[in-house]
DNA sequence: AAACTTTTTAAATACCCTTATAAAAAGTAT
DNA sequence: ATACTTTTTATAAGGGTATTTAAAAAGTTT
């Protein structure tokens, strides 16, 4: 008997950006209305985008990060309309902007509860303090991913390169806790 | 067949007290390590008791209200007991306290779930609104009480000003709910 | 003349925040 | 050289806030 396919959504992509070029980021701040920038407190500017949905992190050295991103596409298209944005307020962007995906967050849902005491004492590289946090975090050395595993089946994979290191690390995790005798189907 | 009596707690007794005497609230501020005065913002001082745990407002006219008492006798303690904290630091205080108890606040649990829905169309003097407040404000007549009555059975009386009241509201609700079927063994 | 200020108390909801995870960027601070 | 600062996102448990009710007192503000 073989469980249901578990369900994986990729809920933030997160990428660093080279644009090439130095930005003056006080005529950014200025010219862009939607630009928050507060250097003694940070020093980036931060602009928030709709469609798609994205933050970006603008540094006087002309790279970026783009957060928020539900897909590799959503980074792609946020970043080309921020170098629009950027350049229809002067910045000479000429260069095609160097992309580097660096870290991508999903959630998924194992469908049946997972017994986190149980998962705890039998998998390696684990933390659960349920009285600090409520999920059991599972360092994965392969792939190299951070999992929280939380009673109701559901988890959240952090730090993936890629999309294909999602989806090996909750097929693995799964067959883990099989074996371990941790899952119930609820 | 008869449903078990209703478990009733007095959980608040709030009274005002007339000590006949006018009194100097900066003295009082001042020699109170543990009174609060910020006449900006309220025109009465603020002192907490611990035993019984009871907080009083103190006014400039000789007036006080005591809030927090579980029962009348321990609104009547702490009216002594703050009788004499004043009469130590040189307020003469020579009358005897009048006190009038003016609120009273009880829980009590009916041991049965509520139909909040049922309720709120049977009752009249009713205001249902679960997005705004969990349960429903009910407005009795006689006595003239308000109760806050939930869904887990659970009830509040407030505005009673004689325990006999609350025991009478509790009563009457109950075999109100009853007779309109709103109540369900849980 | 109302409506606000303050204090207390239970009930049960909805919020908010914090806790924890990864990652980059470029500043400040130990 | 680390450890912060900021942004994003799911997950969930705990804490905190708010909501509502009554009542008095004596001030301020509509």
């Not at 990428?15 to 407190?41: H, M, N």
């Not at 350049?87 to 992309?99: A, C, D, F, R, Y």
């Not at 109701?152 to 994979?157: E, R």
């Amino acid at each position: 008997m073989e469980s249901a396919e578990p369900s994986i959504t990729i809920q933030n992509v997160v990428a660093s950006v080279d644009l090439g070029t130095k930005i003056d980021l006080i005529l950014v701040s200025k010219q862009l209305e939607k630009a928050e920038y507060t250097p003694e407190q940070f020093p980036g500017v931060i602009v928030r985008l709709k469609e798609p949905k994205a933050a970006f992190l603008i540094f006087s050295t002309g790279k970026m990060v783009c957060t928020g991103g539900k897909s590799e596409e959503d980074v792609y298209e946020a970043v080309n309309t921020m170098v629009d944005m950027l350049n229809e307020i002067g910045v000479g962007i000429t260069q095609e902007p160097q992309i580097t995906i660096q870290n991508m967050v999903a959630s998924a849902s194992l469908g049946v509860e997972i017994n986190l005491e149980v998962a705890s004492f039998a998998l390696d590289n684990v933390i659960y303090e349920p009285e600090q946090f409520p999920g059991v975090i599972y360092r994965m050395r392969d792939p190299k991913v951070v999992l929280l595993l939380f009673g109701s089946g559901k988890l959240v994979v952090a730090g993936a390169k890629e999309k294909e290191d999602v989806y090996l690390a909750v097929e693995k995790v799964n067959e883990e806790l099989e074996a371990i005798g941790s899952l119930r189907t609820r």
